[in-house]
């Protein structure tokens, strides 16, 4: 090599290294990102789908038959039994298995959710590099693809996310097919994206809001939750210049950003941002002095009929809600969105990362024609959802949303009211005239019931008066609750006091707006027999002095 050369390449290669390690300096989680890197896992990278064979011994089996998970209760305490898991040659013994799910629970003797703890009974023991695992039964997940679609998308999103993959089980000799694997949230996880495990991380899976006593799954203080407290005095703070200066100190903004706008685009109505809120873990990077939020159950995603949603629906997660309600707040989110539409939420890019995945899973499904048919099948309803899901986030985004506009008198007529109801206590609804008067009914199923008609508006800071005609029919005075009969009320807010009178009422419902927010009016009917009739042309939104 000519001495120019050699020079040339030697500063070259000098500058590769300054810059390598500027970056790692710089890049707040270097260290996790180079650990990545240099273990690849073939779960979660070559996409293997190991056949797991899981032993329990008749004594550990009764033990899982006396544990019952009901939807909506306490969760009991969950005790682990001792198993034998086989991968091919490699046995694993002693491993620390217990059922797990809420909604989707089965008893072992069905098809079970598992989790499955490789070291807490020896250590150090661990399955292709992780110490902790979930097998879930994916019973609302036809594809089979939803958990490892969401979550690799939110990590190449910046959003730090648990990994999921896919083996084949059998329990006790018995087949119980197609399984998603997905990588336990503790301590382990935590050191692939932060510089620091010591913090909090609280799981937020039972329907549980920030400002409950959330479970503390690891964490070197964790009788010590002021950092959640601080957060959600922040996400309350109604003044939204304070709010917004509170939450950039305490919060990951952007990575938060990109957390909600990802539940949003991917229409995870069961998590936190939109959802109970539900499905979520919350860190706190004691490196930072910074909350992070972390997606879980990822499992039901651009639901039938859901794909519609808007890209500013009601947030009933307090930190989302405190953040886009401010003007800087919902200015960098719907930035955001746009850019992740146009990117890594694209039609073509979405429909490419589950033609990836789905060729590793059949490729591990081989040759069981019957279950590749079937897994086929959820996949092709998964990229039909996201065809439809994309075009309308394209259609929205070319038609941005304007605040809505008052007349004189500070009065406007709400319009576009669609039905919703929900799963466990469903009602119908329906539009019909009476009297050339257009009414929207909600009509009880014969059970304890919730039905409404809904209409999403974007308001500015300011006080507001709902106010519109209602009436309740078929109600027995004898046999009502206190809550039975009609409300007008916004979403996300208390239950006002129903009326159960059959007279046409006018009703009012006074609220506040603190910074800028799309807030959903409600028209609410609730009863176990009856109806409820709403007057759509005597609604009227007054915005108060």
């Known amino acids: 090599m000519e001495p120019s050369t050699f020079s040339t390449g030697r500063r070259m290669g000098n500058v590769l290294l300054v810059a390598i390690v500027l970056f790692c300096a710089c890049n707040r989680r270097g260290n996790a990102l180079a650990q990545k890197v240099a273990q690849p896992d073939s779960l979660f990278v070559t996409r293997?789908?190991?056949?797991?064979?899981?032993?329990?011994?008749?004594?550990?089996?009764?033990?899982?038959?006396?544990?019952?998970?009901?939807?909506?209760?306490?969760?009991?305490?969950?005790?682990?039994?001792?198993?034998?898991?086989?991968?091919?040659?490699?046995?694993?013994?002693?491993?620390?298995?217990?059922?797990?799910?809420?909604?989707?629970?089965?008893?072992?003797?069905?098809?079970?959710?598992?989790?499955?703890?490789?070291?807490?009974?020896?250590?150090?023991?661990?399955?292709?590099?992780?110490?902790?695992?979930?097998?879930?039964?994916?019973?609302?997940?036809?594809s089979y693809l939803s958990e490892a679609f969401a979550r690799d998308l939110f990590n190449d999103i910046g959003v730090p996310t648990p990994r999921a993959g896919h083996a084949l089980v059998t329990l006790n000799g018995r087949a119980m097919g197609l399984y998603v694997l997905v990588e336990g949230a503790n301590k382990q996880f935590l050191a692939r994206h932060f510089q620091s495990t010591e913090g909090n991380l609280y799981d937020g899976d039972n329907g549980a809001e920030i400002t409950a006593e959330l479970d503390v799954d690891s964490g070197k203080n964790r009788e010590d939750r002021s950092e959640l407290d601080q957060l959600a005095e922040a996400a309350e703070e109604p003044d939204s210049a304070k709010r917004w200066a509170r939450l950039e100190q305490l919060l990951d903004v952007d990575e938060f950003l990109s957390f909600i706008a990802g539940e949003v685009l991917l229409v995870h109505w069961d998590g936190y941002g939109t959802g109970g809120p539900n499905n979520y873990r919350v860190f706190h990077d004691a490196s930072r002095g910074k909350i992070a939020f972390i997606p879980q159950g990822l499992d039901q995603l651009l639901r039938s009929g859901a794909t519609a949603q808007k890209l500013t629906p009601h947030f009933t997660g307090v930190v989302a809600r405190g953040l886009v309600t401010t003007p800087e707040g919902r200015r960098r989110y719907l930035a955001r969105v746009s850019s992740l539409a146009a990117k890594e939420f694209s039609r073509e890019a979405l429909l490419a990362r589950v033609?990836?995945?789905?060729?590793?899973?059949?490729?591990?499904?081989?040759?069981?024609?019957?279950?590749?048919?079937?897994?086929?099948?959820?996949?092709?309803?998964?990229?039909?959802?996201?065809?439809?899901?994309?075009?309308?986030?394209?259609?929205?985004?070319?038609?941005?949303?304007?605040?809505?506009?008052?007349?004189?008198?500070?009065?406007?007529?709400?319009?576009?009211?669609?039905?919703?109801?929900?799963?466990?206590?469903?009602?119908?609804?329906?539009?019909?005239?009476?009297?050339?008067?257009?009414?929207?009914?909600?009509?009880?199923?014969?059970?304890?019931?919730?039905?409404?008609?809904?209409?999403?508006?974007?308001?500015?800071?300011?006080?507001?008066?709902?106010?519109?005609?209602?009436?309740?029919?078929?109600?027995?005075?004898?046999?009502?609750?206190?809550?039975?009969?009609?409300?007008?009320?916004?979403?996300?807010?208390?239950?006002?006091?129903?009326?159960?009178?059959?007279?046409?009422?006018?009703?009012?419902?006074?609220?506040?707006?603190?910074?800028?927010?799309?807030?959903?009016?409600?028209?609410?009917?609730?009863?176990?027999?009856?109806?409820?009739?709403?007057?759509?042309?005597?609604?009227?939104?007054?915005?108060?002095?």
């Not at 009901?70 to 969760?75: D, E, L, N, T, Y």
């Not at 305490?77 to 898991?85: G, H, L, N, S």
């Not at 669609?418 to 119908?428: I, M, V, W, Y």
């Not at 039975?484 to 996300?492: A, E, K, T």
Request: glycine fraction near 8%; proline fraction near 5%.
């Open 355 to 545: 033609d990836r995945l789905a060729v590793s899973v059949r490729a591990g499904l081989a040759p069981d024609r019957q279950l590749i048919e079937r897994f086929d099948g959820g996949v092709n309803y998964l990229k039909s959802a996201i065809a439809a899901r994309t075009e309308v986030v394209a259609r929205i985004l070319s038609q941005p949303s304007r605040p809505i506009t008052f007349d004189a008198s500070n009065t406007a007529t709400p319009a576009n009211w669609q039905f919703k109801t929900g799963n466990t206590r469903p009602a119908s609804g329906r539009k019909l005239v009476i009297d050339n008067r257009e009414v929207l009914q909600v009509q009880s199923r014969g059970t304890e019931t919730v039905g409404s008609w809904r209409t999403l508006l974007l308001l500015e800071d300011g006080r507001y008066e709902f106010t519109g005609r209602a009436r309740a029919e078929g109600i027995d005075a004898a046999e009502a609750t206190g809550t039975d009969g009609v409300i007008l009320r916004i979403s996300g807010e208390k239950f006002p006091k129903s009326n159960a009178s059959p007279e046409w009422t006018t009703l009012s419902y006074e609220f506040e707006v603190h910074g800028i927010e799309d807030v959903e009016l409600v028209c609410e009917f609730r009863g176990s027999q009856g109806t409820g009739s709403f007057d759509p042309g005597s609604m009227r939104l007054i915005r108060k002095p």
């Open 48 to 142: 293997e789908v190991p056949k797991l064979s899981i032993e329990i011994s008749e004594e550990g089996m009764e033990v899982l038959r006396g544990y019952r998970q009901v939807w909506r209760q306490p969760r009991p305490e969950r005790i682990d039994v001792k198993a034998t898991v086989r991968e091919g040659t490699k046995v694993y013994k002693d491993v620390a298995v217990h059922l797990k799910g809420s909604y989707t629970f089965q008893p072992i003797d069905a098809r079970p959710s598992l989790t499955l703890n490789f070291e807490k009974f020896v250590k150090g023991q661990q399955f292709h590099g992780l110490t902790k695992l979930h097998l879930n039964n994916t019973v609302q997940d036809p």
